[in-house]
C-alpha cells in the first residue's frame, strides 16, 4: 500500500509540475557551525529546511507515503563524514487514514566531520550538498538542490550560527542507555526462522507520567510492521505491533532502530533511540 501511494504522488507532483510550474515550499540552505576549518578540528555541517505553512516534508522513514528526505554532502577523501543526525519527527494525519513520519516549519538536518590535520592554512575547503525532498500538503511537489559553501583554512576555528546549531542539537533524540534515560523499557518477541508473522510487545516504565507518546520504526526492506498499536496510561507506554517478513527476503540486522517520542514538562519534543532486538539470544537489558 505505501508503495503505491507513493508513486501515486509523485506522479501528481510530476503532471502537476509539467503543466503548472509550482513555486517551491521548501527552502534550503547549507550552513556549518564554524567560519573556518581548523587542521585536524571537528565541525558540524547541515541543512536547513524552511518549510511553508501547511507543508511538510519527510522523515528517515516516511510512514504510509511520501519518500524520505535525502542529503548527501561532498568533501574531499580526507575528511570523515558521520552518519545523517534527524531531529525527533512529527505525525502528520492525511485523507484515507495515511500517516506521514516528518516535519513542518523547518528542519536542521546535520552531520560531525572531522577535518584531516594536513590541512594548509591559507587554502580553501569546498564543501558540497545534494539534497531532495518531498514536500506534501493537498498535494506533493519534488524538490532537488546542490549547495555549495567554501571555507578558509585557519589555525583558530571561529565559531558562527551557535544559537542555531544549538537549538536542533535539543531535538536530536538520545541514546536510552543513557543515564537520563526518562523510562526503562522491557521487550519481548523475537522473528522465527520460519518468516511467519511475529508480534512484539514493548513496555515503557517511565520516571514520570509522559504527554504525547508516539512511537517511530525506521525502514527496514525486509518486512513490513503491522497492527501496530501503543497506548500511555499513566507512568506506562505498551506498544504492540506485527512484524511482516516479505517471503524471500533476509533481515539486514538483528535490530529493528526505533525512536520512542514525548512532550517534557516545558513543552518540548523530545525523543530517544530504542533498538528492538529481532532474532538472537535475549538482550539480558530487556529482560
Known amino acids: 500500500m505505501?508503495?503505491?501511494?507513493?508513486?501515486?504522488?509523485?506522479?501528481?507532483?510530476?503532471?502537476?509540475?509539467?503543466?503548472?510550474?509550482?513555486?517551491?515550499?521548501?527552502?534550503v540552505e547549507l550552513l556549518t557551525d564554524v567560519a573556518n576549518v581548523k587542521p585536524g578540528g571537528a565541525f558540524i555541517l547541515g541543512v536547513l529546511f524552511r518549510i511553508k505553512p501547511g507543508w511538510h516534508i519527510y522523515?528517515?522513514?516516511?510512514?504510509?507515503?511520501?519518500?524520505?528526505?535525502?542529503v548527501k554532502f561532498g568533501l574531499t577523501d580526507e575528511f570523515s563524514v558521520g552518519q545523517l543526525r534527524w531531529p525527533v519527527p512529527a505525525r502528520f494525519y492525511r485523507s484515507g487514514d495515511i500517516i506521514d513520519y516528518g516535519y513542518a516549519e523547518s528542519v536542521l538536518l546535520s552531520a560531525k566531520v572531522k577535518a584531516p590535520a594536513e590541512l594548509s592554512s591559507g587554502s580553501t575547503v569546498p564543501i558540497r550538498a545534494n539534497i531532495s525532498w518531498l514536500s506534501c500538503e493537498k498535494i506533493c511537489i519534488p524538490g532537488h538542490a546542490n549547495l555549495e559553501l567554501k571555507l578558509p583554512v585557519s589555525e583558530m576555528a571561529a565559531p558562527v550560527n551557535s544559537e542555531l546549531f544549538a537549538q536542533w542539537e535539543e531535538h536530536l533524540p538520545s541514546d536510552s542507555e543513557l543515564a537520563r534515560n526518562?523510562?526503562?523499557a522491557k521487550i519481548t518477541g523475537r522473528v522465527n526462522a520460519q518468516g511467519t508473522p511475529s508480534t512484539f510487545t514493548v513496555l515503557l516504565d517511565w520516571k514520570f507520567p509522559p504527554v504525547n507518546v508516539e512511537w517511530f520504526p525506521e525502514v527496514d526492506g525486509a518486512f513490513d510492521i503491522v497492527n501496530l498499536l501503543y497506548k500511555t496510561e499513566g507512568k506506562?507506554?505498551?506498544?504492540?505491533?506485527?512484524?511482516?517478513?516479505?517471503p524471500g527476503q533476509g533481515l539486514s540486522s538483528n535490530f529493528l532502530e526505533t525512536l520512542v517520542a514525548y512532550t517534557d514538562a516545558k513543552g518540548e519534543r523530545k525523543g530517544v533511540k530504542l533498538p528492538i532486538q529481532l532474532r538472537g539470544a535475549i538482550n539480558p537489558k530487556n529482560k
Open 59 to 70: 522523515w528517515k522513514n516516511p510512514g504510509d507515503s511520501g519518500l524520505p528526505t535525502s
Open 182 to 184: 526518562p523510562f526503562a
Open 236 to 246: 506506562q507506554t505498551h506498544i504492540t505491533f506485527t512484524a511482516m517478513i516479505f
Open 2 to 27: 505505501k508503495w503505491i501511494m507513493m508513486f501515486f504522488f509523485l506522479c501528481t507532483a510530476s503532471t502537476l509540475k509539467a503543466e503548472i510550474p509550482q513555486p517551491s515550499p521548501v527552502k
